[in-house]
């Protein structure tokens, strides 16, 4: 059976996900394990004073795809294998790194002052080498979208007329619920809850319903119990991409809505493998420390 094996250790939790874009087989040498708890976040000193300018690099993987067999003409048929586009932000205010969320202004999110330190205080602790975990960190479910933005692996799509699934090979699925009303009362989960409807050919999708426990991006920006965010999804590129405009919003840590830009490439040439996760003891996560644990559905105090 062919599978990916992933093994992530020794690296922060951004650059533990961006390693499962490298090929199969990754050697990773085994280190010390310490388990301790963060100190609640205070207000973070930025590394530089300088406003954040973001230089957003085109998808590398664009056009770079294989002769294959032209996607499906029907534009609202999404259905078949999907790479997301490998997008670059360069961060040019002495970060250190590359990743968080960027707007499709090219922009930082619209933090708030308690959103700000929050995200700061976790971009430090990554630079110091003691990052903080995230889900990814901890082999939990994270905000389906999260996978866009890390070039990880290929997703396929399944459509009928109640439903729409997007398949990661790494276990990840963003189940879509067609023309349905949000439930009043849900519970809150990782992944939440997503309705969708069809707007002529772009599939409209509504996610609400997170728990407090998972991020935007793998580097630490924050979000709150009353998180929902709306994702239009189109064809582009005579159907041989597909685009994600999804805008956010969460008033305790955004001042106002933002919307982010993802893309993912027609790959029929690839197939989904088995991911083979190598790095699940204790020694692997060496110099990581844990925020205070929250009970699902429970918001920031």
């Known amino acids: 059976m062919n ?3 992933l093994c992530m250790s020794g690296l922060g939790p951004t650059r533990r996900l961006a390693a499962t874009a490298v090929a199969a087989a990754i050697v990773c ?31 590398e993987d664009q056009g770079s795809a294989p002769a294959t067999l032209p996607p499906n003409t029907d534009p609202a048929n999404f259905e078949g294998i999907w790479k997301s586009d490998h997008v670059r932000p360069l961060i040019q205010a002495a970060l250190g790194t590359t990743g968080p969320l960027v707007t499709v ?25 003691t990052p903080v975990a995230n889900t990814a960190a901890l082999y939990l479910p994270s905000i389906p ?23 990661w090979e790494n276990g990840t699925v963003w189940q879509i619920y067609l023309n349905k009303p949000q439930p009043r009362h849900l519970k ?22 997170f728990n407090t426990r998972t991020w935007l991006d793998s580097h630490g ?12 999804i189109s064809k582009i590129n005579q159907g041989r991409q597909l685009e994600f405009l999804t805008t956010f919003d969460d008033p305790k840590f955004y001042r106002e809505p933002f919307t982010v830009r993802r893309t993912a490439t027609w790959r029929p040439d690839l197939h989904l493998l088995e991911v083979e996760i190598e ?18 559905g429970a918001g920031h105090e």
């Open 188 to 209: 809150p989960t990782y992944r939440g809850h997503s309705v969708g409807h069809w707007e002529g050919a772009t599939l409209v999708v509504d996610s609400t319903g």
């Open 105 to 129: 202004e090219g922009t930082q999110p619209p933090y708030t002052a308690e959103g700000q330190n929050i995200f700061w205080h976790r971009m430090l602790m990554e630079q110091r080498g």
């Open 29 to 59: 040498a085994p280190a010390s394990f310490a388990r301790s708890s963060a100190a609640a976040p205070s207000p973070a000193t930025e590394p530089s004073k300088q406003p954040l300018v973001v230089e957003q690099k085109g998808p």
């Open 3 to 5: 599978r990916r094996r």
């Open 145 to 167: 979208l999260n996978s866009l933005s890390l070039d990880l692996e290929p997703f396929t799509i399944v459509q009928t007329k109640e439903e729409v699934l997007v398949l």
């Open 279 to 296: 790095n699940t003891r204790d020694e692997n996560n060496e110099g990581m420390v844990y925020e205070d644990a929250q009970e699902p």
């Open 221 to 232: 920006s924050p979000h709150s119990a009353d998180l929902r965010f709306v994702t239009r």
